[in-house]
């Protein structure tokens, strides 16, 4: 398969110095890639900054906003099979970024954003015979939230976890298809799932 893996965070910079983003650090699309390529699928990974190296038998392409990795992602989806979207994606950016670093001024200052692509949501919207893997990371209400992501970005598969996941080596996942199933499983680490991931949309593929 071709497989085309989201991971990481996204940095959206108000001036050149500082940004909005969130505490993914790149881990969960890393163990992705890793495990997609170990299985022998050409695999693309694009990935928000992380301080991770590139994973062995992968090609990544690194960025940096939201609307930097949908550029990406639009570029890489019409040549892959199957898309797995692990990646923080910031939901609004500012509206505008300072050309010079914000001086310290008022006691309070407004700061105005934009939503920014759902950048698997696109893919859902133009998905064809390919696969679709999403997550969701709740703090409340997960079960109803992530089944209604699923449905609304046409996923074949969705990872529901919380916010203690951000960075950990070991997650707690549930994961929820449209058939209404859904498997909860407790602490394993994100290799593992990553692998089980692979093997549960290879199975889909057959
Ligand atoms: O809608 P929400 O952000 O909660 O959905 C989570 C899923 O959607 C994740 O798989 C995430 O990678 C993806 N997503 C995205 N682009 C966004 C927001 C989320 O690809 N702007």
Redesign the pocket.
């Known amino acids: 398969m071709r497989v085309l893996i ?1 991971g990481g965070p996204t940095h959206e910079y108000l001036d050149p110095v500082r940004c909005l983003t969130n505490p993914s650090t790149g881990r969960m699309g890393m163990a992705l890639a890793r495990a997609a390529a170990k299985r022998g699928h050409r695999t693309v990974l694009v990935t928000g900054p992380t301080i991770f190296p590139d994973p062995k038998g992968v090609r990544v392409v690194r960025v940096v906003s ?1 609307l930097d ?1 949908d550029r990406a992602v639009r570029r890489e989806f019409p040549i892959c099979d199957v898309v797995i ?7 609004y950016r500012p509206e505008s970024a300072a050309a010079s670093k914000i001086k310290k001024g008022p006691a309070m200052m407004t700061l105005r954003l934009l939503k ?6 696109g893919c859902g919207a133009r998905k064809g015979k390919r696969l679709l893997v ?5 703090t409340d209400c997960g079960l109803e ?1 992530a089944a209604d ?1 699923m449905r609304r ?1 046409r996923l074949d598969l ?1 990872v529901l976890n919380g916010p203690e996941s951000f960075g950990a080596n070991r997650i707690g996942p549930t994961l929820l298809t449209p058939d209404g199933k859904r498997r909860a499983f407790g602490a394993m680490t994100k290799d593992r799932l990553a692998a089980k991931i692979v093997v549960f949309v290879e199975g889909l593929r057959r």
């Open positions: 989201t939201a990795m979207g692990s990646a923080a994606v910031s939901d920014n692509p759902d950048v698997l949501g999403g997550f969701a990371l709740e939230n992501k970005k969705i």
